[in-house]
């Protein structure tokens, strides 16, 4: 237990300077690219829980609610560094997600001596793995779009008040904003449309039928409607800004409750 306190502490570290690097460097706030300093902590914010993640499982799942959040900032630090490499002014989400998913690793640390069991399933290990992976990888893309979707709200407040802040300053322009949001969004609903049909494979494998009515079932298939009625109200009358991003922290809500807050309820609050 004491190891496991340790390497929650020692990710934990890893992610603070990239939590505040924004708020104390000027480089943010006047829309500079990102440097060597930038490039350096993001580094850092992404070995330390991929770090901990792969040393922990060591090829084994492990369902705890601990284990559960870590894994989730390891894939959300994963993207997020594919989105720096890969767009203009993806970087500048840092300011509103690192401090999230510091505060997510606080309650990850606070939570270690919370029961880590090690998954036991009948059905095949790929089915479980796969099924596994692509639940990890919804929920950091719907994490990043719901990161998107506040700065586009964030951003759009400021521009109706004619009064930009401090923090607007530093996030993505309005428009990149929602293009992260929407690309985000369409990723998530194929991904999360793969992770329905690979859980109702497992579920078969193990008890014979293809649906099964529980908390974590009926979150998942809410945020897959949400996700979906607002892409097609998008295509349809281009339903955007604080309506859109609202629908997005709803589908984000939803998939938070059914994916660690149905582990919260049954590690925490049951045990």
Not at 128 to 148: F, K, M, P
Not at 179 to 206: C, K, N, P
Not at 218 to 227: D, G, P, Q, R, W
Not at 236 to 262: E, K, S, W
């Amino acid at each position: 237990m004491l190891q496991n306190v340790l390497f929650s502490l020692t990710a934990l570290l890893a992610l603070m300077p990239a939590s505040l690097l924004a708020y104390v460097r000027d480089g943010f706030r006047q829309g500079r690219g990102p440097d060597a300093v930038f490039w350096a902590v993001l580094f850092v914010a992404v070995a330390g829980p991929l770090a901990w993640a792969v040393v922990q499982l060591d090829g084994t799942w492990r369902t705890g609610l601990s284990t559960t959040l870590w894994v989730s900032i390891a894939a959300c630090m994963v993207l997020y560094s594919g989105l720096c490499l890969t767009t203009r002014s993806g970087w500048r989400l840092m300011p509103l997600l690192l401090p999230y998913l510091l505060l997510v690793g606080l309650f990850a640390t606070a939570a270690t001596e919370a029961p880590d069991p090690t998954l036991s399933a009948s059905a095949p290990t790929v089915w479980v793995d796969l099924h596994i992976g692509v639940s990890v990888t919804t929920y950091a893309l719907l994490t990043l779009a719901a990161v998107s979707a506040l700065a586009a709200f964030l951003q759009e407040r400021a521009l109706k008040a004619k009064r930009p802040t401090a923090l607007t300053r530093m996030l993505p322009p309005m428009a990149d904003s929602e293009q992260f949001q929407g690309r985000l969004l369409v990723a998530s609903e194929i991904v999360l449309g793969l992770g329905l049909a690979t859980g109702m494979s497992v579920l078969y494998f193990e008890q014979g039928v293809l649906f099964r009515v529980d908390h974590k079932t009926v979150l998942s298939v809410a945020t897959f409607i949400v996700i979906g009625g607002l892409l097609i109200a998008h295509a349809a009358t281009g339903v955007r800004g604080r309506r859109a991003a609202r629908f997005v922290l709803l589908a984000f809500l939803l998939l938070t409750l059914g994916y660690p807050g149905v582990k919260f309820v049954t590690d925490i609050l049951i045990s």
